[in-house]
């Protein structure tokens, strides 16, 4: 650190020396006769490629292109833009621009020495050198830098890049910055930004981000001309507080809220009101701002009731009054109200009680649950001092840091990222997404590894540290309720494959993968129930975070539980992975359990298969053999009907006649031990016997009898 102080004051000195640019002389300084020493820059000694003639060059560019330079920190301030737009270009002059930043650094630009931190602690570009690194941020956090005041804050909560854990130390840096925070807000620097964390995941978050060419702001401009009062408000927000990418405009936003003020409209009432009040803007008219700010409370808004009361507390001293609108208010819902019901209690200035540490924390921590940052400020300090409760310095930490990180400086940082993003400039908001994250804050991280993630080509190979390790990890390590699922389930998979500085460890994937499944990711879900089918012990400690008690009498049902949750939670239908995933373990399921039954009835069936072709095959083969047979005998029966019908009819013609031919038929017949008949061509001899050729004309005679007793003149029908 020392040597680095040593170092800066000598170059310092150089540029006020005017040694950095020998040739301006007092020139360079006081910038004069600019243009015509401008070819004296370099002319000495063009083709020189040293680090101390690039640097002296490049001074030199950006002094000229000035015009005019008021004090050093200018020249610093055009030097950390040079640099910055260097390393948007390309990383791969990274070890020449780090000594641009160094220059600037040293010219009281702090922001150029909290970049150099981030180059040189992540190797960017350049050989990794976390010492230096630190020694960089501390000197520039000795200027009240808020992003170095974050990343030694961060650095000290949990002990990274050769900083020692001190958690009070911590507590010390976030405090700081969270003090400033406030302040940064209320200032209304156009160039601030209001701090807002959205995910590259959340798709929609990304669209609703505009500026003011997008078509959201064009829209809302549009209808606020109307005399739309939503849109009026709307716009008038965005431009008052620099929000989904809008530059500042507090001028413009004031106008928007007048507007809607002229409309009697409540919300534009307060906003015009306060903005009136406090100078916001416009020009300050106290009597004009309460004026509006009363209307509005009038009619029931709550911001203006605590209004009212914030006015009757500090400018009237009338407590009473105060306690009466900050009640109101706060049965609305307003988290300032009850913040300043805290500040009452705890200054004992509610009417009729005495001070109440304990029922101003409570106040406190109810308002800082709904994001006051006031309150999160005095939560914090009640925690690491122990006022009204036992100190809890971890939980200070963390509410320090929760206000912190809204600080304006990284709501810059964020937008410039996101908005290069949505350019299609990965690597430029890699650079920008891991400033923040250097700062220690959540969404940077988780950003930064998703960038890793999805743009590796473009990003890791500059980057010396394991990027998607480093920083899913660190994004995990927030509080439950600031990790995303998604961080979960990717350090899962990191620790399921393993990497190149880690051995796979499936004991701590199935954890990462069930604190995941407790925010119903289904992803999670499907990967604990892979983790099953391939015989992972779980703790029971796991299990019991994921699972039902009554899913823990075998694996058959754990699994059955978790695809049936990741299938209800999935956006796909039955037949997605968890559905086929479930109809698989079912079905392998039954296998298992009906196993021998479903082999004998396989065998049964493929002996009833067998037996069943067989005897079709046989038909198949012989059906002319069958056929044959049958047609004789068929045939033979025909004769035989065909002789006694012949009887039959000649019976109707003439019975007298008919029954001596039949009788002369039988006696030949009986006569004749053989009769021969004739078929395609065959001879067939048939034995014949005679008491059944007389039975048989017997029979036929009788039968003639009486048909024709019963039908005289007739023969079934057929005219004689």
């Known amino acids: 650190m020392l040597k680095l102080l040593h170092i800066c004051q000598i170059i310092k000195q150089r540029i006020i020396d005017k040694v950095t640019c020998p040739s301006f002389a007092r020139e360079v300084y006081h910038l004069k006769q600019m243009r015509r020493h401008k070819p004296l820059c370099w002319a000495s000694d063009q083709s020189n490629q040293s680090l101390d003639f690039?640097?002296?060059?490049?001074?030199?560019?950006?002094?000229?292109?000035?015009?005019?330079?008021?004090?050093?920190?200018?020249?610093?301030?055009?030097?950390?833009?040079?640099?910055?737009?260097?390393?948007?270009?390309?990383?791969?002059?990274?070890?020449?621009?780090?000594?641009?930043?160094?220059?600037?650094?040293?010219?009281?630009?702090?922001?150029?020495?909290?970049?150099?931190?981030?180059?040189?602690?992540?190797?960017?570009?350049?050989?990794?050198?976390?010492?230096?690194?630190?020694?960089?941020?501390?000197?520039?956090?000795?200027?009240?830098?808020?992003?170095?005041?974050?990343?030694?804050?961060?650095?000290?909560?949990?002990?990274?890049?050769?900083?020692?854990?001190?958690?009070?130390?911590?507590?010390?840096?976030?405090?700081?910055?969270?003090?400033?925070?406030?302040?940064?807000?209320?200032?209304?620097?156009?160039?601030?930004?209001?701090?807002?964390?959205?995910?590259?995941?959340d798709e929609n978050s990304v669209n609703q981000q505009t500026d003011e060419s997008g078509d959201l702001f064009l829209?809302?401009?549009?209808?606020?001309?109307?005399?739309?009062?939503?849109?009026?408000?709307?716009?008038?927000?965005?431009?008052?507080?620099?929000?989904?990418?809008?530059?500042?405009?507090?001028?413009?936003?004031?106008?928007?809220?007048?507007?809607?003020?002229?409309?009697?409209?409540?919300?534009?009432?307060?906003?015009?009101?306060?903005?009136?009040?406090?100078?916001?803007?416009?020009?300050k008219n106290t009597t004009e701002g309460l004026s509006y700010m009363r209307k509005s409370a009038e009619m029931g808004n709550q911001y203006a009731l605590n209004s009212m009361g914030w006015y009757a507390m500090n400018y009237e001293r009338n407590y009473t009054r105060a306690a009466e609108y900050y009640e109101k208010a706060y049965q609305l819902g307003t988290p300032d109200a009850g913040y300043n019901l805290g500040i009452m209690h705890q200054n004992g200035w509610y009417p009729n009680k005495t001070k109440d540490l304990k029922k101003a924390y409570d106040y406190f921590a109810w308002a800082a649950a709904k994001n006051q940052m006031e309150a999160g400020i005095s939560l914090a300090l009640y925690n690491m001092r122990g006022l009204a409760y036992p100190r809890n310095p971890d939980f200070a930490v963390e509410w320090a840091r929760f206000i912190a990180e809204k600080n304006p400086h990284v709501g810059m940082l964020l937008n410039k990222a996101l908005k290069t993003y949505r350019n299609a400039e990965p690597r430029v908001s890699a650079l920008y997404y891991l400033?923040?994250?250097?700062?220690?804050?959540?969404?940077?991280?988780?950003?930064?590894?998703?960038?890793?993630?999805?743009?590796?080509?473009?990003?890791?190979?500059?980057?010396?540290?394991?990027?998607?390790?480093?920083?899913?990890?660190?994004?995990?390590?927030?509080?439950?309720?600031?990790?995303?699922?998604?961080?979960?389930?990717?350090?899962?998979?990191?620790?399921?494959?393993?990497?190149?500085?880690?051995?796979?460890?499936?004991?701590?994937?199935?954890?990462?993968?069930?604190d995941a499944a407790q925010q119903n990711d289904p992803q999670a879900l499907f990967n604990l129930a892979i983790l099953l089918e391939q015989n992972v012990l779980f703790p029971k400690a796991l299990l019991a975070q994921v699972l039902p008690q009554s899913s823990h009498q075998n694996t058959y049902q754990m699994l059955v539980e978790l695809y049936t949750r990741c299938q209800e939670l999935s956006e796909y239908d039955s037949f997605g992975p968890c559905g086929l995933a479930l109809y698989k373990v079912q079905v392998l399921h039954f296998w298992k359990e009906y196993?021998?039954?479903?082999?004998?009835?396989?065998?049964?069936?493929?002996?009833?298969?067998?037996?069943?072709?067989?005897?079709?095959?046989?038909?198949?083969?012989?059906?002319?053999?069958?056929?044959?047979?049958?047609?004789?005998?068929?045939?033979?029966?025909q004769e035989q009907t065909l002789s006694t019908d012949n009887c039959d009819i000649t019976i109707v013609t003439s019975q007298e006649q008919?029954?001596?031919?039949?009788?002369?038929?039988?006696?030949?017949?009986?006569?004749?031990?053989?009769?021969?008949?004739?078929?395609?061509?065959?001879?067939?001899?048939l034995p014949v016997e005679p008491n059944l050729l007389e039975k048989e004309g017997k029979e036929s005679k009788t039968s003639g009898d009486e048909l024709s007793k019963k039908s005289p003149g007739h023969t079934n029908g057929i005219n004689p």
């Open 219 to 283: 829209w809302l401009k549009h209808q606020a001309k109307q005399g739309v009062i939503s849109a009026q408000i709307s716009l008038g927000r965005l431009l008052f507080w620099g929000s989904q990418g809008v530059r500042r405009n507090l001028q413009e936003a004031v106008q928007l809220y007048r507007m809607g003020a002229e409309q009697n409209d409540p919300i534009a009432m307060f906003d015009y009101g306060i903005a009136t009040f406090m100078g916001q803007g416009t020009e």
């Open 435 to 514: 400033m923040a994250a250097e700062c220690g804050v959540e969404v940077a991280s988780f950003n930064f590894a998703y960038l890793c993630e999805t743009s590796s080509e473009d990003i890791t190979k500059y980057i010396a540290k394991d990027c998607m390790l480093r920083h899913y990890n660190l994004s995990t390590l927030r509080e439950p309720q600031f990790v995303d699922s998604y961080a979960l389930v990717k350090m899962g998979d990191l620790f399921w494959y393993g990497t190149s500085q880690m051995q796979p460890n499936l004991t701590k994937s199935a954890q990462y993968y069930a």
């Open 658 to 685: 008919t029954t001596d031919n039949c009788e002369n038929d039988l006696v030949t017949d009986a006569a004749t031990p053989k009769k021969e008949t004739e078929r395609m061509g065959t001879t067939t001899i």
């Open 595 to 637: 196993n021998m039954h479903l082999v004998l009835s396989g065998v049964l069936g493929v002996v009833l298969t067998v037996l069943i072709s067989v005897y079709l095959v046989r038909r198949s083969i012989h059906p002319r053999d069958i056929e044959s047979s049958s047609t004789t005998h068929s045939e033979t029966s």
């Open 54 to 201: 690039y640097i002296k060059k490049k001074t030199c560019e950006v002094v000229i292109q000035s015009g005019h330079v008021t004090h050093l920190k200018h020249i610093g301030d055009m030097l950390y833009e040079k640099a910055m737009s260097k390393l948007e270009e390309s990383f791969e002059e990274t070890s020449r621009v780090i000594y641009l930043l160094h220059v600037s650094s040293c010219v009281d630009n702090h922001d150029a020495a909290f970049v150099s931190s981030v180059i040189l602690n992540n190797g960017v570009g350049t050989r990794q050198n976390e010492v230096a690194a630190v020694a960089y941020q501390m000197r520039s956090a000795m200027n009240d830098n808020r992003l170095s005041l974050l990343a030694l804050a961060h650095k000290h909560r949990y002990g990274l890049d050769s900083v020692t854990h001190d958690g009070e130390q911590a507590y010390g840096y976030f405090k700081k910055v969270a003090d400033q925070t406030q302040q940064d807000k209320n200032t209304h620097d156009p160039q601030g930004i209001y701090t807002e964390h959205i995910r590259l995941t």
